[in-house]
């Protein structure tokens, strides 16, 4: 079992960044894949980045690719998402997950409740 809860959301300036954090409580976090997905208002949940157990690969989403990072640190059972050069459709409520290597939600277990990132223009 892993609880997930996400932090960093907020308020900010297109071009400006963010870190989100995702915390998580269970012996068996450095098991698990991780994953970040966004939803922004009236559209479907979309993948954003994951990163396998080890952290040895990553993959994002073409629509974040060269401005987003994400990284894990298994000691502090914690994932991040650095994201730069933010845009007014990064705005969306931010969700991390544990499961599989996958860019479908599908492929994972466990959710947090998400955190909101907004962007303005």
């Known amino acids: 079992q892993v609880h997930l809860v996400e932090s960093g959301g907020g308020l900010v300036q297109a071009g400006g960044s963010l870190r989100l954090s995702c915390a998580a409580s269970?012996?068996?976090?450095?098991?698990?894949?991780m994953g970040w997905f966004r939803q922004a208002p009236g559209k479907e949940r979309e993948f954003v980045a994951a990163?396998?157990?080890?952290?040895?690969?990553?993959n994002y989403a073409d629509s974040v690719k060269g401005r987003f990072t994400i990284s894990r640190d298994n000691v502090k059972n914690t994932v991040y998402l650095q994201m730069n050069s933010l845009k007014p459709e990064d705005t969306a409520v931010y969700y991390c997950a544990a499961g599989d290597f996958s860019i479908s939600y599908y492929g994972y277990d466990y959710w947090g409740q998400g955190t909101q990132v907004t962007v303005s223009s």
């Open positions: 990163i396998r157990w080890s952290g040895s690969n990553t």
């Open positions: 269970g012996r068996t976090f450095s098991r698990y894949a």
